[in-house]
């Protein structure tokens, strides 16, 4: 069987026997009925829990609204979304000058202007004022959480007449799912309680999939709902970055309306682990890095057989992408350092590499990449240039018999063993 996995803005192929496949596992991709700017439009024009959003700017009579938008690692199809989205807040009276566009950027680094071109759209980049967070910089203090962290945002969001969000809803691997409240923490938060938000991943309720207990999804919430979101715009998108779902109006209702979406199609149950999982990210911009691709082997860890195998296909372009994240692989001798170093303080960065090192105390992961095989093997990885040479050397060691479980998009599902 030929299985070809998108790599970087190419892609990577692999022939394997087909009766090794054990099952090549996807979410429900099936074509939605309408155009993504169609469904757009009528999200827009049907709000969920609230008036429409030219119907709010009108009632505060506001001439100043902040758009939040996703940044470079979420890929948001923005091309569509934004269009509808700033015709619905000219129609009450802003102005372009009126219309400011904050990248939730996290911790993550700024855009460059080609970036916000390629992303938000040449037209959007050169006629709206876009502005990058800085989670250690422009932040104002909204006090005090129920956990006790101080609520610390960025300036701009804080101070907006109407504060809309966009984004993206899909598994995340601590907040159950994205989209909604996490364009506000982790998205123009302080460096801090980016932190102390992530800090929670130890607790076994903030995993895959699950929100209704999580105490990341909690306290995501109760900050978007202290700063005040009047409205959202969210997508679900297919693997292909078409939009299969859209939703708009509440900050929870619509929210909500679309994890329902991603419950009923990227939740997958298996009988039983494989030998072997070749888990592929979906490609530019899943795959810019290793702290991005990372989210991969959360999504298939369940579907891997303790000693057995997953081959990660990212092409890393950007290496390691976050200098944190590098400083603690680098300071590390064994996967054992990093989950020592973790359990005595949390360092945001550090998180991913834990991430990566308890999952690696019961599976080997090769890694198919166009990073330096130093780097590659700081992350207690195995380096490959090639699927090919990927899949021969791992078949080598499991045999003929292994099975093979294929995810060419793990970010976009969740895998579960069947009770």
């Not at 700017?37 to 505060?60: C, F, Q, S, W």
Request: charged fraction near 20%.
């Amino acid at each position: 069987m030929q299985i070809k996995l998108a790599y970087g803005k190419g892609y990577q192929e692999v022939d394997i026997p087909d009766a090794q496949v054990a099952g090549i596992l996807r979410g429900n991709t099936a074509i939605p009925g309408k155009e993504g700017r169609e469904m757009v439009t009528e999200a827009l024009h049907n709000p969920l829990g609230t008036p429409r959003l030219r119907d709010i700017i009108r009632g505060k009579g506001a001439r100043k609204v902040v758009v939040v938008v996703n940044d470079i690692t979420r890929p948001t199809p923005y091309h569509v979304m934004l269009p509808p989205l700033l015709e619905e807040i000219h129609a009450a009276g802003v102005g372009v000058d009126g219309v400011t566009l904050v990248v939730a950027t996290g911790i993550h680094r700024g855009h460059t202007a080609e970036e916000n071109r390629e992303i938000y759209g040449a037209e959007v980049a050169e006629k709206y004022r876009i502005v990058n967070h800085n989670c250690d910089e422009e932040l104002v203090s909204l006090g005090q959480l129920a956990n006790g962290r101080e609520l610390l945002l960025n300036r701009e969001v804080v101070e907006a007449e109407v504060l809309v969000t966009t984004g993206l809803v899909g598994l995340h691997y601590i907040a159950g799912y994205s989209g909604g409240r996490k364009s506000i923490l982790p998205g123009v938060a302080g460096r801090k309680l980016i932190e102390a938000n992530h800090a929670l991943m130890t607790d076994e309720r903030a995993t895959l999939g699950n929100y209704e207990d999580n105490p990341v999804h909690h306290l995501a919430m109760e900050a978007a709902r202290r700063v005040g979101v009047d409205f959202i715009l969210n997508v679900v998108t297919t693997p292909d970055k078409n939009i299969s779902k859209a939703v708009a109006g509440d900050l929870e209702l619509a929210w909500l309306e679309a994890v329902k979406f991603c419950e009923a199609n990227q939740i997958i149950a298996i009988h039983e682990p494989a030998d072997l999982v070749i888990a592929g990210c979906g490609g530019y911009p899943k795959d810019i890095n290793l702290y991005q691709a990372q989210k991969a082997l959360d999504a298939t860890a369940a579907a891997v057989r303790p000693g057995g195998t997953i081959i990660l296909v990212a092409e890393c372009c950007e290496g390691l992408g976050e200098p944190v994240f590098a400083e603690w692989l680098d300071q590390a001798s064994q996967p054992q350092d990093i989950i020592e170093r973790f359990s005595a303080g949390f360092q945001l960065g550090g998180h991913k590499a834990y991430a990566i090192c308890r999952l690696l105390e019961r599976v080997r992961v090769v890694l198919v990449s166009r990073m330096d095989p130093g780097m590659t093997r700081k992350a207690f990885l195995t380096p490959v240039a090639s699927l090919q040479e990927a899949w021969e050397q791992v078949s080598f060691h499991h045999g003929p018999a292994a099975r093979v479980l294929v995810v060419p998009e793990a970010p976009s599902v969740a895998i579960r063993l069947r009770a």
